[in-house]
């Protein structure tokens, strides 16, 4: 009898989970639901290419109509609203019951909500209409506040800077990236907006937001205050995991898995992307990615642990995330916050620098790294983070390749 | 076999297809991809289409039966 493999939510972690599923052996039918109505696309481009109109929307499409890909039903335009795990089914938003014989929550994240009164003017930043909305406010001209210096926010501001508008950026930390880059690396990432002529006022909180769209107030914690036309904010993101409340499962911030991904208390359930809660062993606890590759390769291991039940293989990945801000290549490989050394390899002056950060931990191996405008490096970094390197091998495999010149090529 | 492409354009350098399958594709000093070989046998499909569903741009593709 031939089963039938339900994934929910279409999004990257969703579709890729429903292609490698397709492509890696399940027999069955791969059915994904997800609620919005748009066919699948993917989020990076959201705040760089597709933000500045360098790229269409067609840009963005995950399902290519491979081979894999005709396998893949979609129904799209519906919530799933409830997991009823004993009887092996979900009821949709319209009533509908869908049953399973493998469900995957792959639902993913929304944008933290605005906390501020102001609504017109102001967005946030997660799906394409999202993204098409603020575009066409920048496209209008004026100041823009983004608020949250983290990822996102950064390459809004250079986005928003690359098309002509004045732009600062508010954050109540000092040092926004010292979260990720910890305190002495992170003034490097934090510098970048200033090297770009885009004003900061990091260690500011934002009180209030006044006004509607053009003619919007950003009163901060010390007082004063900054005109915009249009307000960004980018202060995190949320797992979707509301929906899953009245199932049982246990929710913490995501929905929690064991370290095949498999969802805590059943056996025929998995999470994959930035919904999951998983044990990582290098962490030593239950951690919850918010980046592209972590959903990517969490859909690959919940595919490979379904096709292959009898043989599991636990998830963990070698953390990595990179950001495009202004016209810098940002790579970062491992949880560089959790080390406790570091050196820097290349040339950090200039206005685009082609260097890299590698980072220790106490053991004295390779434990995370930053790279800037240097991906042969980063590919490196990856490489021996994988193979768990000494750190004083790492920096001397770093050294040579930093003798190698580009030729200039791009 | 499957043929390997590669859009040397849209790369980005992000190196995700590195990460999957190291014995096809690499990244030169330029940051660009570059690809080690141009036809896999069918037994190394399903891998080397999982490296190349990877990659962010979906600059990588797997052709051919
Ligand atoms: C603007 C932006 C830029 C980014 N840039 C980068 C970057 O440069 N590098 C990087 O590594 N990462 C980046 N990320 C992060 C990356 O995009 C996310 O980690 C990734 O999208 C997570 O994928 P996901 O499928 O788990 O979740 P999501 O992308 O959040 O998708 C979840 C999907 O599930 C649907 N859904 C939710 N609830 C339900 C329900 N009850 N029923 C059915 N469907 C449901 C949602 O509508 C959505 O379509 C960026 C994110 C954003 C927003």
Known sequence: MSRTAVVVGSSVAGVRTAQALAAGGFDGRVLVIGAERTEPYDKPPLSKHFLTGVWDASRLALLNGGRADERVELRLGVAAEHLDVAGKQLRLADGTRVPYDVCVIATGASARPSPWAARDGIHVLRTVQDSAALRRDLLRGGEVVVVGGGFVGAEVAAAASGLGCPVTVVDPLVDPMARVLGPRVGPLLTGIHERHGVRTRFGTGVVAIEGTSGGLRVILDDGSVLAASTVVVGIGAVPNDGWLRSSGLDIADGVICDEYCRVQGTRDVFAAGDVARWPHPRHGEHVRGEHWTNAVEQAACVARNIVHQGDPVPYRPVEYVWSDQYDWKIQIAGSPALMSGHHVIGDLTGDRPRAAVAYTDTTGRLGAALTLNWPRALVACRRLLAAAAEFTQAITELDLLADARPTGRR | ?65
Not at chain 2, 42 to 61: D, F, G, I, Y
């Open chain 2, 1 to 65: 076999m499957p043929i390997l492409r590669a859009d040397h354009g849209a790369c980005q350098g992000y190196a995700n297809c590195v990460a999957g399958a190291s014995d096809v594709y690499d990244i030169d000093d330029d940051g660009v991809v570059v690809l080690l070989k141009e036809r896999v046998p069918e037994e190394e499909r399903q891998r080397v289409e999982e490296a190349a569903r990877s990659c962010p741009v979906s600059a990588l593709t797997v052709e051919g039966g």
